[in-house]
């Protein structure tokens, strides 16, 4: 996220009568990793929740278009990503003997949509995110951190609408039991659960957030 993107979601909350501070971060970058952790300990003195939400992809193209940049880019983004951010958060947490990783997730980690093409990178990753926080899951366990996964479904964000069409949304949308796409909402207000007290002995988790599309 960039700092005036940062700003603006920090102020936003503020407003709402939150605490919170806005740091633009490279989260491919260790170093810049550890001063994040740095910075948020310096003003709250614990770390108690991660999201890993950075992800996505900007087109769908067949395997033979996709170069090894694309590739390592769009894998990258959305595995690594996960890895570096969980590692950086990792040893404040197991000091603390709490704390909750939740890892973003996709239908497209699941199984391929049957209703619009798939992008094998972006899905490859998201298959990755999945094991990745059941391993994590298992190894933190023990100092009482938990590790779960959300997999929304295809979500009407303004990414979303950006790479697929107006025809391929509508009919993504009538073939799913719900007969209706994903919200934003709706996968954030899974994740202030798994958050909360209240999912303290969930973890290795995937959540699917689809309106039925994978079960």
């Avoid at 503020?14 to 300990?41: C, E, F, K, Q, Y």
């Avoid at 039991?177 to 934003?184: A, D, I, N």
């Avoid at 207000?189 to 957030?209: C, H, K, P, Q, W």
Wanted: a neutral charge; charged letters at 20%.
């Amino acid at each position: 996220m960039d700092a005036a993107a940062a700003d603006h979601v920090a102020e936003s909350i503020s407003r709402a009568g939150g605490d919170a501070i806005g740091i633009g971060t490279d989260v491919l970058r260790s170093d810049a990793l550890a001063a994040l952790v740095s910075a948020v300990l310096g003003k709250w003195g614990a770390i108690d929740v991660l999201v890993n939400a950075a992800g996505g992809f900007h087109k769908i193209v067949p395997i033979v278009e996709i170069t090894d940049e694309e590739w390592d880019r769009v894998v990258a983004l959305n595995l690594k990503t996960t890895f570096l951010c969980a590692r950086a958060v990792v040893p404040t947490m197991t000091a603390q003997k709490r704390g909750r990783i939740i890892n973003i997730a996709s239908q497209a980690g699941i199984a391929p949509n049957p209703h619009a093409p798939s992008y094998l990178p972006y899905g490859a990753a998201k298959a990755g995110v999945i094991g990745f926080t059941k391993l994590l899951a298992r190894d933190l366990g023990p100092y009482g951190i938990t590790v779960n996964a959300i997999s929304p479904g295809t979500t009407a964000t303004a990414r979303v609408r950006s790479v697929r069409d107006h025809e391929s949304l509508t009919k993504i949308a009538s073939l799913n039991p719900m007969r209706s796409l994903v919200e934003p909402e709706d996968s954030t207000a899974v994740a202030v659960f798994l958050a909360s007290e209240d999912a303290r002995y969930i973890t290795g988790a995937n959540i699917n957030v689809n309106a039925g599309a994978v079960m």
